[in-house]
């Protein structure tokens, strides 16, 4: 399954598929990206995270593509498990400026069994 | 390793009163962040202290939070009068502290839920 971040912000999917959430990013100048997770009632958990001169980055079962060209992110979660229900936030931030990274709005990923 | 502790976990009060949060960041970190997420929404700062100073409290409504560090540890946040609008999950976090430039991770607690009736 596939979201388009800000403009569907649930995502629905069944056990065992692979999920795809996908975050615009405002700021041109933005060169870190993070994405985190957020379960219900905990603080968001940091997952994986990419500097703007990768264009990919994996993990364990996630992999994080990044498109400068578009101001583009997503976050690939492989075999997605009911455990991997959760609102998910892409964050972005100038490594030189800020130190503090600014949040999107959020996509809900359902995972069914 | 323990990780960061808020309390209260939730708290109910009604507009113009007072209310206060703490938090305890993880041992050693020396950046300590305040963010207010309301439902639906991502979390927005509203204060970063460094040890026990101010770094950026530049969207902090200050005509009614305030928060303070005083140790450099322990943090508390404070909204007087409450309004409405403040109804929210108030999320501490810290982070090591790392030269300008470093990428840092931000440890985060479980948060307060506050309704204001």
């Known amino acids: 399954g596939e979201s388009v971040g800000l403009h569907l912000p649930t995502l629905s999917v069944q056990e065992g598929d692979n999920s795809i959430i996908n975050c615009a990013y405002s700021?041109?100048?933005?060169?870190?990206f993070i994405w985190y997770k957020q379960e219900s009632g905990k603080g968001p958990q940091f997952i994986i995270d990419?500097?703007?001169?990768?264009d990919k980055r994996q993990g364990q079962r996630v992999t994080v593509l990044l498109n400068k060209t578009v101001k583009h992110l997503s976050l690939q979660i492989a075999a997605t498990q009911p455990g991997d229900s959760a609102v998910y936030f892409c964050?972005?931030?100038?490594?030189?400026?800020?130190?503090?990274?600014?949040f999107g709005r959020g996509t809900s990923l359902i995972v069914h069994p | 390793e323990a990780g960061v502790a808020q309390s209260p976990r939730y708290k109910i009060i009604e507009k113009r009163q007072s209310v206060a949060f703490w938090c305890n960041p993880i041992?050693?970190?020396?950046?300590l962040y305040w963010y207010q997420q309301i439902l639906g929404q991502g979390p927005k700062l509203l204060i970063q202290?460094?040890?026990?100073?101010?770094?950026?409290d530049s969207q902090l409504p200050k005509d009614r939070f305030s928060a303070e560090r005083l140790k450099g540890v322990d943090s508390t946040l404070k909204i007087q009068p409450a309004k409405l609008e403040d109804s929210a999950v108030y999320l501490c976090?810290?982070?090591?502290?790392?030269?300008?430039?470093?990428?840092?991770?931000?440890?985060f607690g479980p948060g307060t839920r506050l309704t204001v009736l």
């Open positions: 976090a810290s982070s090591l502290d790392l030269p300008q430039g470093s990428t840092d991770t931000q440890y």
């Open positions: 964050a972005e931030k100038v490594v030189g400026g800020s130190y503090i990274p600014t």
């Open positions: 700021n041109s100048a933005s060169d870190y």
């Open positions: 990419i500097r703007s001169n990768m």
């Open positions: 202290f460094q040890n026990n100073g101010v770094v950026d």
């Open positions: 041992s050693g970190h020396a950046t």
